[in-house]
């Protein structure tokens, strides 16, 4: 389990990213990111086993 | 379509008239339906006047001589603003065509005009902040949805102000429209169409496909837009059907598989009585019918927003940091999430992705279709950020792309076509997915149902 994700910790990720956010924007954004990394831990959990990535995508 | 360009290889009409028609229905009722971005009417009126000077002379330009269509404004035209629905692109002229506008206009097809869509790709309601929101044709009174991205071109399928247009379909983009406006549309298996000179939201999920009023025509804009180009790595070198030769009439003989688990089951009422109807008139025509569950299709969800956001944000990255006021609010935040996305829930999400299409093609190796409601609800209002199903209020945005990111996420072909409406008189889109590079089985079905039943044949109630 992944420790919650905060306004500030959420502005220091985005900063180092690059990118230069309000403090309006930022709360804005944490339910989105946040809802993002719930599907992936719940994705991970799915996926036991050894299964490879579709990097190359159907090519025939 | 396939009816236009018959009449104009027979000359029994006028390339020119049909084009200044369409002009003059765009100039009637665009206005309210902002379906176009940008109308071509000093382009397609020359095209046209060339299309009529060649088959006065009998000359043949192509199957689709004289037909005039629609791109959603994402297509590279050469010299021609493509913006992609943005202010970002808001006067960008590329300096070639897409491949598939080449190949259309190859087919002798004249391109009316750039349509409508969500900024970028980047929305399944198909509204936008900077061009107008498309209006669907279907409610006269309330301003509602068309569906998107492809939104500006369901618009003007719908409302007859281009036969047949070009959309993308990344989580439904086509086929939602297709179901939200009554018309159909195809999302053809990844790889079978090119998507050099399209403008990406994300390349792994990305599909070209048609959108016309049934199922024939869209087998003739497939025909004429399919196969390898070496300017798209992802496009197969597997021969091209006789897609319009596939629309045998009959599904006699054929297995249909009805996904009632994940789809039907979470459907408003309208949805599953319109498609259990479809499914009883396809078996009525001699098709079986078989009960099928995919369990892996939990996954989609997860596997889409982690690669479609990182894709995107990849793509953006530049403008996002540079230029961020000039994206809407919707598509700005959406985008900037992308950049939280990890290398590792990316890669799990292209595994994710194995998991599904492995299941889908174990289930296609023992039916021929599979078959689903398009979308759980119909048109909503353009400002509703809920809608009810079965007394329980959904998020309008996931809930419109839950039954088509699975074939995005797998890269099945899955084509959308009306199956009935609503008690308020909104179309209703049945689903059918098929195996991959196996479009023409997908067609034939649609066109059988078709030919069996009008709900393609409805127009909505405009004035014009």
């Known amino acids: 389990m992944e420790p919650p994700l905060t306004i500030d910790t959420l502005r220091t990720l985005a900063t180092l990213r690059g990118l230069e956010l309000t403090d309006e924007e930022l709360a804005g954004l944490l339910p989105v990111v946040q809802a993002g990394r719930s599907m992936a831990e719940s994705l991970r959990g799915a996926l036991a086993g050894d299964v490879e990535p579709a990097s190359q995508y159907r090519i025939m | 379509m396939v009816e236009l360009a018959r009449l104009i290889r027979a000359r029994e009409v006028s390339p020119v008239e049909v084009v200044q028609a369409h002009l003059d229905r765009i100039a009637s009722l665009d206005g309210t339906l902002r379906s176009y971005i940008t109308v071509m009417s000093d382009s397609a009126l020359p095209a046209a006047k060339a299309a009529e000077a060649a088959a006065t002379s009998g000359e043949t330009l192509g199957p689709l001589h004289g037909v005039p ?20 692109l808001s006067d960008w002229a590329p300096p070639e065509d897409a491949t598939v506008v080449s190949r259309l206009a190859g087919a002798g097809a004249v391109v009316l005009g750039k349509l409508n869509m969500h900024e970028f790709a980047y929305g399944p309601e198909g509204v936008n902040p900077h061009y107008g929101s498309p209006r669907n ?206 290398g590792a829930d990316y890669v799990n999400g292209q595994r ?45 945005r996931p809930t419109l792309i839950r039954f088509t990111r699975p074939f995005n996420a797998t890269g099945h072909p899955a084509a959308s076509i009306p199956c009935g409406f609503t008690a308020e008189g909104l179309p209703i889109g049945l689903q059918i997915v098929g195996r991959p590079f196996d479009e023409a089985t997908v067609l034939r079905v649609a066109d059988a149902y078709q030919r069996a039943t009008d709900w393609h044949a409805r127009r909505p109630p405009l004035s014009g």
């Open chain 2, 137 to 342: 044709p279907w409610d006269a009174v309330t301003h509602r949805i068309c569906g998107g991205s492809s939104s500006g071109s369901g618009a003007a399928v719908a409302a007859g102000l281009c036969p047949g247009a070009l959309g993308s379909d990344t989580g439904g983009s086509i086929r939602i429209p297709a179901s939200l406006c009554g018309i159909s549309g195809l999302k053809p298996t990844y790889g079978r169409v090119s998507r050099a000179g399209v403008l990406p939201l994300a390349w792994s999920f990305d599909h070209v496909g048609p959108m016309c009023r049934t199922a024939a025509d869209c087998a003739l804009m497939l025909g004429a837009m399919a196969g390898y180009d070496p300017r798209d790595p992802t496009t197969s070198v597997l021969p091209v059907p006789d897609y319009l030769a596939a629309l045998t009439g009959t599904v006699k003989g054929l297995r249909i598989g009805v996904l009632r688990p994940f789809f039907m089951e979470s459907a408003a009422a309208a949805q599953r009585r319109a498609v259990e109807q479809a499914v009883k008139t396809l078996e009525g025509l001699g098709a079986s019918v078989h009960e099928v569950n995919l369990d892996t299709v939990e996954l989609a969800a997860g596997a889409s927003s982690a690669v479609i956001a990182a894709e995107a944000y990849a793509y953006h990255e530049a403008w996002i940091k540079k230029r961020p006021q000039e994206y809407g609010a919707d598509v700005r935040e959406r985008l900037r999430a992308g950049a939280f996305v990890s």
């Open chain 2, 352 to 396: 994710a992705r194995v998991l599904m299409r492995n299941e889908v093609d174990a289930v296609l190796a023992r039916l021929d279709v599979l078959a689903a409601p398009t979308t759980p609800i119909s048109a909503t209002p353009v400002d509703a950020g809920e809608v009810e199903i079965g007394g329980e209020k959904q998020p309008v």
């Open chain 2, 69 to 88: 269509v629609g791109l959603k404004d994402l297509y590279c035209t050469k010299g021609v603003k493509t913006t992609g629905g943005s202010r970002i």
